[in-house]
């Protein structure tokens, strides 16, 4: 079970306590919301895409979306997310749980700028029902990002 493996790779940290195992789903940033009685925008939605032959995931803000003018910019394609049973084989988590801990070996993960203006946010952990809570810092050294970009839009309004 993937959760398993996220379970695992924080206790290298010595944070697999803080994982939260919640009894609502969170599998989508509504859910997420609700369950953690926070706001939408800051629950961490981690979606993934194949870009350049290989997977990559991109960790945003609860309220941003995929600007396709950026993305094709960024990556020189046009975004194209891994339909569900891709996300598992190439990512190692399902859909409703990805994130970018505990992952299969050569996914790049990216952190979108949409996440800056939030002291922590919320990543799940590699279940429906998963989630962390983790400072932009700390979300920046355990998602072992290879960089921050800047690929979304409508979040800035929202600021």
């Known amino acids: ?3 398993e493996a996220v379970k695992e790779y924080f206790a290298q940290y010595g944070i697999a306590d803080r994982i939260m195992e919640l009894d609502d789903s969170s599998a989508t940033v509504e859910l997420a ?3 953690l009685g926070c706001e939408p925008c800051r629950i961490a939605k981690t979606l993934s895409f194949m870009a350049g032959g290989k997977p990559v ?3 945003t803000a609860g309220d941003a979306k995929i600007d ?6 960024k990556f020189g394609a046009k975004a194209k997310m891994l339909t569900p049973d891709e996300a598992e084989e190439l990512i190692g988590h399902a859909v409703g749980g990805v994130c970018p801990f505990g992952i299969k070996a050569g996914v790049d993960v990216y952190l979108d ?9 919320f990543p799940a952990c590699g279940s429906s029902n998963s989630a ?3 400072t ?8 072992g990002c290879s960089s921050w970009i800047d690929v979304c839009k409508n979040w800035q309004e929202m600021e």
Do not use: G, P, W
């Open 132 to 134: 962390i809570e983790l």
């Open 136 to 143: 932009i810092e700390e979300l920046e050294k355990y998602s």
């Open 1 to 3: 079970m993937a959760i």
């Open 113 to 121: 700028e949409s996440l800056k203006r939030f002291k922590t946010v």
């Open 68 to 73: 396709n003018a950026k993305y094709k910019a």
């Open 33 to 35: 919301a609700q369950a």
């Open 57 to 59: 995931l991109i960790v």
